[in-house]
């Protein structure tokens, strides 16, 4: 399915609606195309189309920087104000009147290694339960400090109070601030020809105007924004949205990263052009910042641009006077922190994301293929590859998660199985059906788990148990749900 977007019209906006998905579309399309000879040439003649805002001039008692890496803080608002009421209706955002105020929608830290070997993305879900610093109010009142909703700073302090926030709660000093308005998100998207996306479900939500069938589709920058705008449909909430805007994001930067993008020079223009005119950020992130940020990313690839999110202990925690919240995982989150500001990959699979799984594996399997979710993904190239191995996972009684697919990446001999080590009884299962594949720790990829078929590929072993398994037994209890992790590099449909 395709979708394209109507011309937007915009008035010139005294405050803006601004998207951390549509921030983060921004930075890196302008850092990815800043890589090119062409893009060198183009930001540095289109530069002066950013506006500015001073945030960092009256901060005090800050964190230290950090150890050779970079932080932006990626902040999106909810205010309607400056946009146009045509263009809210075709958006389906609302009126300035039905969505008065200004609140921060998401947060997310960005970290781009001091080596430019990774960038690390974590999203903050704007319910967090945080302390909000003490502060002046807009009539000069001291408000003390207290705890509430993250999205809240914005509201009562804007962008500067919005970064004391998140660094008195972090740890992590910010470097620089960014954030867009999502007119000029719809305009970027559409510059980029659209991206693909991907639903488990067809969704009509008429709240966002998110109206698309089950699995791949191709949309504009309407429909994009309603996709990673949309919660109500979704009994996940905020968490869910999070998700689709990771998978989002790494899509865009494929899309940002072709051929058909980068050796396009009127393309190329278009994307820039959208992309800088809709930017608002700190008055130090000037041209030769992002193009020192860029010929640091140069070496980097899809694989390196690593998403996920604050750990948490529970994504619907009520606090007293403030309703449903989501409350991080505080030990979790704190260890996260402290890598950022040692620029330490977060999770090992970053730094070693080809290390084997330990061959001790704990005994003979105990669990049913049947409650195990396995994907399987083309590692080859050969054709037909993942569709033969998913119809042998199948046939062995494993639960199938999604319909086969093409791995990314140069072609591989070797079969891979990638799986979260917290689902240690499950995997003997799938070690004793796939014996001669290697087996990857991911932490954080969840219950499923993902069988790359390499040309070596063979099939799929019948599973003997020393004792008959309960077919509805549990598999695995992890301790806590970790951080999800996505790269650049996953399949859309993944």
Known sequence: MSSTSPQLDRHRPAGRWRRPVAVLATLLSVLIVATSTAGWALLHRVEGQVDRVDVFAELAHRPQASNGGTNFLLVGSDTREGISRRALRRLTAGSRRTAAGQRSDTVMLAHV????????????????????????????????????????????GGPELTVRTVEHNTGVRIDHYVEVDFAGFVR???????????????????????????????????????????????????????GRQQRFLATLVDQTLSRTTLLNPVRLRAVVD?????????????????????TRLRGADRGDLIFTTVPLADSNHFEPGLGSTVRWDEAAAQEMFAKLRADEPILEEAAKPKRAARKTDGGPPTVPPASIRVRALNAAG???????ATEDLRAAGFAVATDPADAVGDPATETVV?????????????????????????????????????????????????????????????????????????????
């Open 188 to 242: 970027l998207i559409d510059a980029l020809g659209g991206v693909d996306v991907c639903l488990p479900t067809a969704v009509d939500d008429p709240l966002s105007g998110l109206d698309l069938p089950a699995g791949r589709s191709h949309v504009g920058g309407v429909q994009g924004l309603a996709y990673v705008r949309a919660r109500a449909f979704d009994p996940t909430g905020d968490i869910g949205r999070i």
């Open 418 to 494: 990638r799986f979260d080590p917290r689902w240690s009884k499950s995997v003997r299962t799938v070690r004793a059906a796939l014996p001669a594949a290697r087996f990857v720790e991911v932490a954080g990829l969840g219950e499923t788990f993902e069988v790359l078929a390499g040309s070596s590929y063979d099939g799929v072993e019948d599973v003997t148990f020393a004792a008959q398994p309960s077919p509805t037994s549990q598999p695995d209890d992890p301790d806590r749900p970790a951080s999800r992790v996505r790269s650049a590099a996953d399949p859309v449909c993944g």
């Open 113 to 156: 290694s001091g080596a430019g070997d990774a960038v690390t993305l974590v999203s903050l879900p704007r319910d967090s339960v945080v302390e909000i610093p003490a502060h002046d109010s807009a009539a000069g009142e001291r408000v003390p400090a207290r705890r509430d909703k993250l999205n809240v700073a914005y509201a009562a």
């Open 274 to 294: 959208a992309a800088l005119s809709a930017v608002r950020t700190d008055d130090d992130l000037h041209y030769g910042e992002m193009l020192e940020l860029a």
């Open 382 to 388: 050969t054709p037909g590859l993942a569709t033969q």
